[in-house]
């Protein structure tokens, strides 16, 4: 019972960490917490006789259990983020679905970067692996192969590729990406305060919005021009708070994205530095054929 104790003191410790990493490889609290739980279960089976670095141990343990649940998920994608797996696995998977409330979940998700996660769901497991544990956790490459099972030049191939598709482009202080994005930046952020006169001043007199058949009943129709869009955009943007800045197809844009679960694209076109038109795509084949990655900050 003693030693029992004191691998459970030794967890806790661990915990936040392991729920950190779980986190950016699942992208959901509640299958995070359940790949925790799983290497509580491990340590408590097999105890700490052996293992020098107890963390990295863990550590380990949480990014194979991961990278299992990555390639169950891609294998069944009619459950792309809350799989069931985790039910199995832990008799607490009530309890930790219970703290990963919305609240949480969307903390957890900002603190992330909701465009990040919505760009690290398109990544093939091990590349997910690689990049999260490499460029996010410091995890040595030696290290990070074994979990994966590939040599080491090729775990420094996956995260490599990985890193080009999440970091598609450095956003510099000039340049067209640049005044893209700073406009981009105005948008929300006069969106986010209702603002109409901010929002008008960023957009072309002209502005004009497309739909898809997934969008097209959410959003007014027969709305021309850059006042009237601005008033009615302000009157229904609850869900600006999950906006957030993204490359797309090789311009600033904007993805949508409860708690890092992509819902909307807004692929805008850009005349100067005024907004032109904007098209909203929510078709799900669309979204997941869409080049995405992040912005430098």
């Given at each position: 019972m003693?030693q029992?104790?004191?691998?459970?003191e030794q967890?806790?410790?661990?915990?936040?960490?392991?729920?950190?990493?779980?986190?950016?490889?699942?992208?959901?609290?509640?299958d995070?917490?359940?790949?925790?739980?799983?290497?509580?279960?491990?340590?408590?089976?097999?105890?700490?006789?052996?293992?020098?670095?107890l963390?990295?141990?863990?550590?380990?343990v949480v990014?194979?259990?991961?990278?299992?649940?990555?390639?169950?998920?891609?294998?069944?994608?009619?459950?792309?983020?809350?799989?069931?797996?985790?039910?199995?696995?832990?008799?607490?998977?009530?309890?930790?679905?219970?703290?990963?409330?919305?609240?949480?979940?969307?903390?957890?998700?900002?603190s992330?970067?909701?465009a990040?996660l919505?760009?690290?769901?398109?990544?093939?497991?091990?590349?997910?692996?690689a990049?999260?544990?490499?460029?996010?956790?410091?995890?040595?490459f030696?290290?990070?192969?074994?979990?994966?099972?590939?040599?080491?030049?090729?775990?420094?191939?996956?995260?490599?590729?990985a890193?080009?598709?999440?970091?598609?482009?450095?956003?510099?202080?000039s340049?067209?990406?640049?005044?893209?994005r700073r406009?981009v930046?105005?948008?929300?952020?006069?969106?986010?305060?209702?603002?109409?006169?901010?929002?008008?001043?960023l957009?072309d007199?002209?502005?004009?919005?497309r739909?898809?058949?997934?969008?097209?009943?959410?959003v007014?129709?027969?709305i021309?021009?850059?006042?009237a869009?601005?008033?009615?955009?302000?009157q229904a943007?609850r869900?600006?708070?999950?906006?957030?800045?993204?490359l797309?197809?090789?311009?600033?844009?904007?993805?949508?994205a409860?708690?890092?679960?992509?819902?909307r694209?807004?692929r805008l076109?850009?005349?100067?530095?005024?907004?032109a038109?904007?098209?909203?795509?929510?078709?799900?084949?669309?979204?997941?054929?869409?080049?995405?990655a992040?912005?430098?900050?």
């Amino acid at each position: 019972m003693e030693q029992r104790n004191f691998l459970a003191e030794q967890f806790e410790q661990n915990r936040g960490h392991l729920r950190g990493v779980a986190y950016r490889m699942l992208g959901s609290l509640s299958d995070a917490d359940d790949a925790v739980q799983e290497s509580w279960l491990r340590l408590s089976r097999n105890g700490a006789d052996g293992i020098d670095n107890l963390g990295g141990w863990l550590t380990t343990v949480v990014a194979r259990v991961c990278l299992d649940m990555l390639r169950s998920r891609q294998s069944k994608r009619e459950e792309p983020l809350e799989s069931s797996a985790g039910a199995e696995r832990s008799g607490t998977s009530a309890e930790s679905r219970a703290k990963a409330d919305p609240e949480n979940e969307a903390l957890m998700a900002d603190s992330v970067g909701i465009a990040l996660l919505v760009v690290l769901d398109r990544l093939d497991p091990a590349e997910r692996l690689a990049f999260v544990l490499h460029d996010m956790f410091d995890l040595p490459f030696d290290e990070i192969a074994g979990i994966v099972g590939r040599s080491e030049p090729a775990t420094r191939q996956l995260a490599s590729r990985a890193r080009r598709r999440i970091r598609g482009a450095d956003i510099a202080e000039s340049g067209t990406l640049g005044k893209q994005r700073r406009v981009v930046d105005a948008f929300l952020a006069a969106l986010r305060r209702g603002d109409v006169p901010g929002l008008v001043a960023l957009l072309d007199p002209e502005f004009s919005v497309r739909t898809d058949a997934a969008t097209a009943a959410a959003v007014p129709q027969g709305i021309h021009g850059a006042e009237a869009w601005a008033k009615q955009a302000v009157q229904a943007a609850r869900g600006a708070v999950f906006a957030r800045p993204a490359l797309i197809e090789g311009s600033v844009g904007i993805v949508i994205a409860p708690n890092g679960r992509l819902f909307r694209v807004l692929r805008l076109n850009f005349d100067g530095e005024k907004i032109a038109a904007m098209e909203i795509i929510g078709d799900k084949e669309r979204l997941e054929q869409l080049e995405l990655a992040v912005l430098s900050d």
